[in-house]
């Protein structure tokens, strides 16, 4: 499962699945075998459970979404291209960059297959060679700005306690050049006056992405035959296959700039529900979060949620909703027993509804004089993470973005899927169960494939498994965001991975 998905970043995540931890969940077996939905609306309580996640991140963001007033004019004064403003921004430390005149960028793009929306991005040029990889990063949520990565995961500089902006040692743009977006439209800086620019599905999220994409190389056009990654986290584990898919479909159509894709990563990601919600159980229980009584009573959920996922597949809209609703039964069964851990790194607890504190992102990026830095319209504020956005996205949750990635392979476009061990949402069982489910040339190849270490400066970091193009690796002492947690470890990774040494 919304990026650092759900949501974190959260999604950093890039992030994405929430305790609603005002249900109050009984463990009888009667309690599992009756219906929980009678008395609660779907669009109720999936809308609480969006605004939930965003407590628990300490984040207030003063509108829910940004949808401003088409007679505003200062929101109304881009062309239809691409506009970006070179940076000028004070940075405290050392950059350690190897290059001349170092370029920061932010910008909004006018997309071109809707009424008034505009697409906000921050672009880091590599701080060691102009050639490195490009790399975009994307945060789940659904619903959560890109920013939250920037920040706190692998951006290139972090928040002081003074709101200085000091330098990241394991910025992932120490090797790569590296663009973060605010999507789906709603989120972060990005903006609409007309609501029906607002996304429901894979579909507009990822024609939006293409047509920014296609937009940024025309105007970076030095930067065309980069090789071209895409990365994220959490829900990004929807956004990056369909995402992925359309671009290659793009170079095959010669629709436009080709654009030179070479792989795409996800960490700790929801990619197939249908899979990964039935590791809930066998991961809690591995973990010691439930005991064997739980795990036979909370399995008795499962026929039901997977009976939904198969329906949404089919093409029925109720079904996505009412496996949303019902799916999460299972998660949320487990968090009533597990307590008040943080669910996205179960060695950790949460503070009442405090699990982490991003709040001085929302306090600099809200700050006038920051805003006119990064070319913002004054009347636009920092919506750090829109439950708008994450309840428009409600009946996609339940697809499988998995569908996509067999061609991708067997075209030999590279996939790297990591998770951080103590992640319970989007946790690394469940993503391996998937990853060794994909069915394509090399299925077997894979399954073969003997699990060796990842090492860091001759320390273990993780366990991976490798054959051909795709690579699984689970990462240890992290959690959901494993940039955050594992910060050399993550940048070693992204320089291994985009070089072909991983």
């Known amino acids: 499962m919304s990026s650092s998905s759900s949501l974190f970043p959260l999604l950093f995540v890039a992030i994405f699945l929430v305790l609603c931890s ?10 599992f075998l009756q219906s929980h939905n009678d008395n609660i609306s779907p669009k109720k309580f ?9 407590r628990q991140l300490n984040l207030f963001p003063k509108h829910d979404i940004n949808i401003v007033s088409s007679k505003d004019n200062s929101v109304n004064n881009y ?3 691409l506009f970006e403003k070179k940076l000028d921004l004070s940075y405290l430390g050392d950059s350690g960059a190897t290059v001349q005149d170092l370029g920061h960028h932010a910008g909004y793009f006018p997309l071109i297959n809707t009424k008034s929306a505009r697409m906000f991005y921050f672009f880091f040029e590599s701080r060691s060679n102009k050639n490195d990889p490009v790399v975009i990063w994307l945060t789940g949520g659904p619903g959560c700005s890109s920013e939250l990565a920037l920040f706190y995961e692998n951006g290139p500089f972090k928040i002081s306690n003074n709101m200085s902006l000091v330098w990241n040692d394991f ?21 609409t006056s007309d609501e029906s620019d607002i996304r429901h599905n894979e579909t507009g999220v990822s024609n939006d992405l293409y047509d920014f994409l296609q937009a940024f190389f025309n105007a970076h056009p030095e930067y065309v035959n980069n090789d071209f990654y895409i990365t994220g986290e959490s829900y990004a584990g929807h956004y990056i296959p369909a995402f992925a898919s359309r671009v290659h479909q793009g170079n095959i159509k010669k629709e436009g700039i080709h654009i030179n894709l070479k792989g795409f ?10 899979i990964q919600y039935k590791a809930y159980t066998d991961y809690s229980l591995d973990m010691k979060l439930i005991n064997q009584t739980d795990y036979d009573y909370i399995n008795q959920l499962y026929p039901t949620c997977q009976q939904e996922i198969k329906l949404c597949a089919s093409g029925s809209e109720d079904a996505c909703m009412k496996g949303f609703n019902d799916c999460n039964l299972i998660f949320n ?8 851990i943080n669910y996205y790194d179960i060695r950790k607890t949460c503070n009442g509804s405090l699990c982490y504190d991003f709040s001085s992102m929302e306090t600099y990026l809200n700050d006038d004089q920051v805003k006119e830095a990064l070319g913002v319209p004054t009347s636009i504020d920092f919506v750090s993470c829109s439950s708008s956005v994450y309840h428009a996205m409600m009946t996609d949750w339940m697809k ?23 992640d319970l949402i989007c946790n690394w069982l469940g993503n391996s169960n998937w990853v060794h489910a994909v069915e ?9 494939a003997p699990s060796v270490s990842f090492t860091v400066d001759g320390e273990e970091k993780g366990v991976q498994k490798k054959y051909g193009p795709l690579i699984f690796l689970k990462v240890h002492d992290a959690g959901h965001m494993v940039p955050m947690d594992q910060p050399k470890a993550a940048l070693e990774m992204l320089q291994r991975w985009t070089h072909g040494n991983l």
Do not use: C, H, R
Not at 333 to 340: E, L, P, T, V
Not at 400 to 422: F, K, M, S, T, W
């Open 46 to 54: 999936q809308l609480t459970m969006g605004e939930k996640l965003i």
């Open 22 to 31: 005002q249900i109050a969940l009984s463990l009888s077996p009667n309690f």
């Open 79 to 81: 062309e239809n291209k």
């Open 333 to 340: 069964s487990i968090m009533d027993i597990a307590g008040d």
């Open 171 to 191: 910025g992932w743009d120490k090797v790569s050049n590296l663009i973060y977006v605010d999507q789906p439209t709603g989120t972060g800086f990005s903006y």
């Open 265 to 274: 990563a996800i960490g700790n990601g929801l990619t197939n529900p249908e």
């Open 400 to 422: 499988n973005l998995e569908v996509g990635i067999p061609q991708l392979l067997e075209d030999g476009i590279n996939l790297l899927i990591y998770a951080g061990e103590y």
């Open 440 to 448: 394509w040339s090399g299925q077997k190849g894979f399954e073969a």
